[in-house]
């Protein structure tokens, strides 16, 4: 069965620094999603992006995160300059249509620790 | 805004019990719902769904029904085994009447199930 996949698994870097997670949708997936789950809460939408610009995006999602689709197969989710409360599981998704007719299907994730 | 609550956790049960995850929701649109699995160290895997009221969904022996009228969507199964051990997501997402949305999902905190045997 065809999945999402994240890398890397764990990523470890000094606040202030730029970071990207790199994700790889389902190929025949036309919507993409960035979530995240900081440890003990609950999982929060950032960004969703849908034929090469965002559609939609959570109050999280500001000036110091960018996504793009750079090459027809990736996904990439970009922190320009990491604070600690970035610190958190990022998790990549993809469906083939929006709302019921395509459950979203996600990737096991990237844990971000930030020092 | 849309939100979603689940019951607290962590559940701990016997090999055999029977499970209930409750779930309730608030919704400024026409929701669908949806159960998500978390094994460890895995990514969300799809649990089940139900798309209108009073719709069942069904999976690996777990069900949930879609109850308009009390906003609820608990998850259910008759006979739990150690590998449902596992966290449980509720969640959500909103058709918007005459707006639009990319179909972000909307999650409760989660249920840690522990399964002895």
Redesign the interface.
Known sequence: EPE?T?TPSHQVTQMGQEVILRCVPISNHL?F?W?RQILG?????LV?F?NNEI??K?EIFDDQFSVERPDGSNFTLKIRSTKLEDSAMY?C?S?EA???R????????TRLSIL | GDSVTQMEGPVTLSEEAFLTINCTYTATGYPSLFWYVQYPGEGLQLLLKATKADDKGSNKGFEATYRKETTSFHLEKGSVQVSDSAVYFCALTVRPAGGTSYGKLTFGQGTILTVHP
Request: charged residues 15%.
């Open positions: 999402v994240q919507y999603y979530y809460q609950k999982v929060e939408f969703s849908y559609s939609e959570s998790f998704a469906s929006r709302y019921q395509g459950p979203q299907h996600f990737g096991d994730g």
